[in-house]
């Protein structure tokens, strides 16, 4: 008999790691409470917001078209259809998780509660199983005081879903999220203000892309207001917000959306293996502190990201059946930014270069020097590349197709070219890729 694997959550993590182990021979039960097959990328995440953005991005080209030669104006934006092809979207994604579920047989029922290494309960339906796999993902997190209710306070999942654009929105969080959503909302016609903690938008990103994309939503007119925090929402829709920080203000805002970040949310379990911050614990391998139990994807609390949750299965599940695989701290991870242009980053930011090594060449390149950024008329962005010695340590970038293009970074550094051979390589031109070459020649001079 072959032997079995529960997997708890349908999301990138889950259903990745059910149908893995399906397809390696092992009997796979896949349980998820909600309806929401795919989890909170399909459903509440990558791709609505993206699908949004898309249309986003539409109309920002439309109303600069003039700039080109070209007259063209808006008389009216049909949120409800926008919506109606985010919901398409959200309905192809799901279809095509649960075809990979139903053509590897695999069941989808249900909510799980943990009881040991070997046994889960369904709604009291007790399940053995020889290996388990957590994947149940993450939810927002809440500022304390703050009564969200998804119709005026919301949180990313509400306000992909609203019935019309507010006439003005306050974003608490100027994080991933909260940039992506203030870059859609602007473009369907509201007026928004964002409220950042630290001293600048996107701070987990190097700042040099951080700059660049705050000089975007700066001529998008979003008013960003960092080194402060929201302490105090007064009344009902439209709320007076109070700002403690750099600024010190009050103001009017139709609805308010939360978005400092997300917490994983582990099953009800009765195993030894969460963690301070209510992550499941693992090690590179995936393995929690108990023999055979695995977790995978945010509930981790590591790189909240659906592509490294996709990993995370793999060495799962390759881990289960007796494979070799390299530890997950091994790989390199993107990540990007959705707006328009787009921003991307592959390893150290030159701030945490600087730190880890003793020392660091810097390789910048403007998009407005490419070939393609003066055809095109996109000139807003930057390549950059940090090295140390030759060894590359970080590629980012700024640019139109910018979460594509990072995939040669990604490559670069994965295969440990270096920075000499990165600037050797012949790039087509003209192409915003040809800029990564220039500012890996930069960092050799």
């Keep these: 008999m072959s032997e079995r694997v529960i997997v708890i959550g349908s999301g990138p993590g889950g259903y990745k790691s059910a149908v893995h182990a399906a397809k390696k021979g092992l009997d796979v039960k896949l349980i998820e409470k909600s309806d929401d097959i795919g989890g909170v990328c399909t459903n509440h995440g990558c791709i609505p917001s993206k699908a949004l953005l898309s249309i986003a991005e539409t109309i920002d080209d439309i109303q600069n078209s003039r700039r080109k030669g070209i007259s063209s104006s808006i008389d009216d934006i049909d949120f409800n259809k926008a919506q109606m092809v985010k919901n398409r979207a959200v309905k192809t994604s799901q279809k095509g998780i649960i075809n990979q579920l139903e053509e590897n047989d695999i069941e989808i029922k249900g909510e799980a509660k943990i009881k040991d290494k070997n046994t889960v309960d369904v709604g009291g339906e007790v399940h053995e199983a020889d290996y388990i796999i957590i994947a149940t993902g993450s939810e927002p997190i809440i500022l304390p005081g703050l009564d969200v209710d998804e119709e005026n306070i919301l949180t990313s999942r509400g306000v992909l879903k609203l019935d019309e654009i507010p006439e003005d929105i306050l974003i608490i969080g100027g994080g991933y999220i909260g940039i992506e959503l203030a870059f859609v909302l602007s473009s369907f016609g509201s007026k928004v203000t964002i409220v950042e903690l630290m001293d600048n938008i996107l701070p987990n990103m190097d700042q040099d ?11 998008k007119r979003i008013k960003i207001i960092t080194g402060s925090k929201v302490s105090e929402v007064e009344g009902d829709s439209p ?81 289960i059946v007796g494979e070799d695989t390299p530890k997950f701290s091994q790989y390199n991870v993107p990540a990007g930014v959705y707006t328009h242009p787009e921003a991307a980053s592959i390893g150290s930011t030159e701030e945490e270069a600087r730190e880890k090594y ?4 810097v390789g910048k390149f403007p998009i407005s020097a490419s070939g393609r950024g003066y055809s095109t008329g996109n000139r807003t962005g930057i390549a950059k590349v940090i090295s140390n010695e030759d060894k590359i340590v970080g590629i980012h970038l700024v640019c139109p197709g910018a979460t594509d293009i990072i995939m040669e970074g990604t490559v670069a550094m994965e295969t440990k070219i270096g920075v000499k051979k990165l600037s050797d390589i012949i790039h087509p031109h003209p192409t915003y890729s040809e800029a990564i070459k220039k500012a890996a020649e930069k960092a050799l001079q």
């Excluded at 003793?358 to 060449?361: A, F, G, V």
């Design 209 to 219: 892309l951080a700059a660049e994309i705050e000089s975007v939503l700066k001529r």
């Design 239 to 319: 709320f007076e917000v109070i700002i403690e920080g750099k600024e010190n203000k009050t103001i009017k805002a139709e609805k308010i959306l939360c978005a400092v970040g997300r917490k994983p949310t582990p099953p009800e379990t009765e195993l030894d293996i969460i963690g301070p911050h209510n992550e499941i614990i693992t090690n590179d391998f995936m393995e929690t502190p108990v023999k055979n139990v695995y977790a995978v994807g945010d509930v981790t609390g590591k790189m909240m990201l659906a592509h490294a949750a996709y990993k995370h299965a793999e060495i799962a599940v390759k881990n």
């Design 358 to 361: 003793n020392d660091i060449s």
